[in-house]
C-alpha cells in the first residue's frame, strides 16, 4: 500500500509537472497545491479508520455501562413486581446477567500498531519529499532505511513534547526510545508484509 502511495505521488509529480507546496495561512489553514489533493484525502481517510480502533474499546466500555445501568434497573423492578405479586410469564433467551460478559473485546493491538506505523511510514516519506525538497523515488526510499533518519522523525514528531498525546502521557512513553520504537516498527511492520 505504501509502495502504491509512494508511487503515486512520484508519478504525480513528474507526470503533470506541477509545482507541490504545502504551507499553513494566517488563519492556520493548510494549503496545498490541487496535485497533492489525492493524497491529503488518502491521508484523512486512514487517520480516521486508526481513530475508529482507538476508540471502539471506550464505545464497548459505553455499551456494558448501559447494560450494567439497565439490569441494575431491572434487577429493582423484578423486586417490586414480586413483592406485589405480579408474574409476567416471560421467557428469556439469554441471561441478563451476562449480557456484559459478552461484550467483552480484545484490542488488536498488533495490528492497531501495524496502521499506526504504516501511516507514519506514508508521513515520514512525505515529510522526506519535503524535507530533502525531492520527488526522486529512488531517494526518498533510501532515506526511508536510513536507521538515524527515522529515529530522528521518530523523536522530532512522536517522542517530543509537540506531540499532545506524548506529553499527557510522557511517564509511560517516556520509557521508550526511537531505537525501541524503531525496532518495533520493524518486527511488525516486516513480519506481517504490510510493506511493498
Known amino acids: 500500500m505504501l509502495e502504491l502511495l509512494r508511487g503515486y505521488y512520484i508519478k504525480t ?29 488518502f491521508l484523512i481517510d486512514i487517520d480516521k ?3 475508529s480502533i ?15 445501568d439497565l439490569l441494575d434497573i431491572t434487577v429493582e423492578m423484578t423486586k417490586v413486581l414480586e413483592e406485589n405479586s405480579i408474574n ?8 441478563p446477567n451476562t449480557i456484559v460478559d459478552d461484550f467483552t473485546y480484545n484490542l488488536p493491538m498488533r495490528s492497531q500498531f501495524i496502521i499506526l506505523f504504516a501511516s507514519l511510514e506514508t508521513f515520514l516519506s512525505l515529510y522526506i519529499a519535503y524535507d530533502k525538497s525531492t520527488d526522486d523515488e529512488g531517494e526518498i526510499l533510501n532515506i526511508t532505511m536510513n536507521t538515524d533518519y527515522t529515529k ?31 525496532k518495533l516498527r520493524n518486527s511488525l511492520v516486516h513480519f ?3 510493506e511493498g
Open 54 to 68: 482507538i476508540n471502539f474499546e471506550d464505545k464497548i466500555q459505553n455499551i456494558k455501562k448501559s447494560y450494567r
Open 152 to 182: 530522528k522523525f521518530f523523536s522530532k514528531f512522536l517522542l517530543s513534547d509537540r506531540n499532545t498525546y506524548y506529553k499527557e502521557n510522557k511517564k509511560i512513553l517516556g520509557c521508550i526510545s526511537a531505537k525501541q520504537l524503531k
Open 49 to 51: 479508520e486508526v481513530q
Open 88 to 95: 409476567l410469564n416471560t421467557k428469556k433467551s439469554i441471561n
Open 13 to 41: 509529480m513528474m507526470d503533470k509537472n506541477e509545482p507541490t507546496h504545502i504551507f499553513i495561512d494566517k488563519n492556520n489553514k493548510l494549503i496545498h497545491s490541487t496535485n497533492l489533493k489525492t493524497i491529503f484525502s
Open 192 to 194: 506481517f508484509s504490510v
